[in-house]
């Protein structure tokens, strides 16, 4: 049994990207590639590779979907990277897989871009096929079973359980880097099967997930990073960081923070596209390192989280952390009209923010990343009309009346989750909306409350999913 999956531990993460011949363009240059990585990995490892890499393309599809799919991909390296075979048959096979793409009964993963890149021809429609992607889980949803679930499913088929585990674990985790799940998904197989025929099967797994709870760690800390980079995109990610830290140590400086904030983008942006082996695993170990160094001495939790060795374990840690108490500073100096329209204008205007997130600690991911979207188109078009001056101030009146009341509302809520029990939260908040809509029929109240509480318990955390609470905002 154990060696039905133990050529798994064998594959480098080198091969994931394979240089093509020199000379080779267009549809030489794809054929060439895929044949490359198929003669090198061999069919097996090349199935397994196409299950992990399309389970996270398409990480809504079916399994059966994903097995359709995996079938057609191999079967045309399989036919088209033999000795001898015809040049055009990669072509061949590749639009004929695009015409089944496009057929009302298609068994490939739906999408809603499908229609789109349907009405297109030949190359267009292939490459525009290609691209298209899955947004990710909002949460992820793998849950392991267990022990003696994962072996009575193992010894019914090997094949079977590693390609229901590969699609599992890979749609679930979509965005974290394609090393670090091969990394992860590779490791967790080996246990299995070393665990499984083990004449002490408890002992064994207790050790071998002690051995994995370092890329476990990191796999999830990928996929929630990357997750964010994808829906925010570098200057995005950098603000959300900086308020993030500004919430759970609101005494350190924008000098201090906006550092270590920058340096946590350009980790996203290096790595959750990378194929090289450790890049998410060194990079961020080396900012964790940056983060401890510059935070351990101003707050005694930073301190706390960073006096572990294992410094995955740390970074988890500080990312788990909730806000600081309201600090009570004064209130801050607002940049003027001048300095935003300035050329440093974008910084003047993060600034802002960050001295607002620091001052409502409470205040959650989605909402900062709203206010950030919406100052920076704010201050754009104010800054480019014929007075700019009058259109700044005439926009400040409208947040000061209509903005902070529902920040400090959305504060209060956040704040209070943290805080409090989830029934005692729940019992806070009927009697706040009661006493805000007293008109309110008792079926209103108890959708209001279930709104609100839906809201609190999904976004007031620190790894809320950014897509889904931008959309409940």
Same mark, same amino acid.
């Given at each position: ?174 965005? =974290?880097?394609?090393?670090? /799940? &091969? ?9 299995? +099967?070393? $665990? #499984?025929? %083990? ?52 005494? =350190?400086?924008?000098?201090? /923070? &906006? ?9 996203? +942006?290096? $790595? #959750?596209? %990378? ?199």
């Amino acid at each position: 049994i154990k060696q039905s999956v133990v050529w798994w531990q064998s594959i480098p993460c080198s091969l994931l990207t394979i240089p093509p011949s020199p000379g080779l363009s267009g549809k030489a240059y794809v054929r060439e590639k895929v044949c490359q990585e198929y003669r090198m990995l061999g069919k097996e490892n090349f199935r397994t590779l196409t299950i992990l890499a399309n389970s996270r393309k398409y990480s809504n599809g079916t399994f059966e979907e994903i097995s359709h799919l995996v079938r057609e991909i191999v079967s045309l390296a399989e036919t088209c990277c033999a000795d001898g075979a015809d040049p055009s048959c990669y072509d061949a096979g590749s639009t004929a897989l695009s015409v089944k793409s496009c057929s009302a009964d298609s068994p490939f993963p739906a999408h809603p871009g499908t229609a789109e890149c349907c009405a297109q021809q030949g190359l267009e429609r292939k490459l525009c096929l290609a691209a298209l992607r899955h947004p990710p889980q909002p949460l992820p949803r793998y849950l392991q079973p267990s022990d003696k679930e994962l072996c009575r499913a193992f010894r019914r088929d090997p094949r079977e359980f590693a390609d229901r585990f590969l699609y599992e674990y890979a749609s679930s985790y979509s965005q =974290a880097p394609l090393p670090v /799940l &091969l990394g992860s998904t590779r490791t967790f197989l080996s246990m299995v +099967s070393t $665990c #499984c025929i %083990s004449s002490a099967p408890t002992a064994c797994f207790l050790k071998e997930k002690l051995d994995r709870k370092t890329l476990s760690l990191l796999t999830l800390t990928s996929n929630r990073i990357c997750s964010r980079f994808s829906a925010y995109g570098k200057d995005k990610v950098s603000f959300s960081y900086l308020a993030s830290l500004a919430q759970k140590v609101p005494t =350190a400086s924008f000098e201090d /923070l &906006l550092p270590l904030a920058e340096d946590a983008a350009e980790v996203s +942006s290096q $790595c #959750c596209d %990378s194929v090289a082996e450790d890049c998410m695993q060194k990079k961020l170990l080396e900012h964790t390192a940056k983060v401890c160094t510059a935070l351990s001495a101003r707050d005694s939790r930073f301190a706390d989280c960073c006096t572990g060795k294992n410094l995955m374990e740390n970074h988890f840690c500080i990312l788990a952390m909730l806000p600081a108490p309201d600090p009570k500073l004064p209130e801050a100096p607002e940049p003027t009209n001048k300095e935003l329209c300035g050329k440093d204008g974008a910084l003047h205007a993060t600034r802002s923010l960050f001295e607002l997130a620091r001052r409502h600690p409470s205040l959650p991911d989605a909402i900062l990343a709203k206010l950030y979207d919406s100052s920076g188109k704010l201050w754009g078009k104010c800054c480019s009309t014929k007075d700019p001056s009058a259109c700044l101030d005439s926009k400040r009146k409208q947040m000061e009346a209509e903005l902070l009341p529902f920040l400090e509302k959305a504060s209060q809520l956040c704040g209070q989750y943290n805080e409090l029990s989830f029934l005692e939260f729940k019992k806070r908040l009927r009697e706040s909306l009661a006493q805000e809509q007293p008109e309110a029929s008792p079926a209103r109240l108890e959708q209001l409350l279930e709104q609100r509480a839906s809201f609190a318990s999904t976004c007031c955390l620190p790894d809320a999913p950014p897509l889904l609470c931008a959309s409940k905002v």
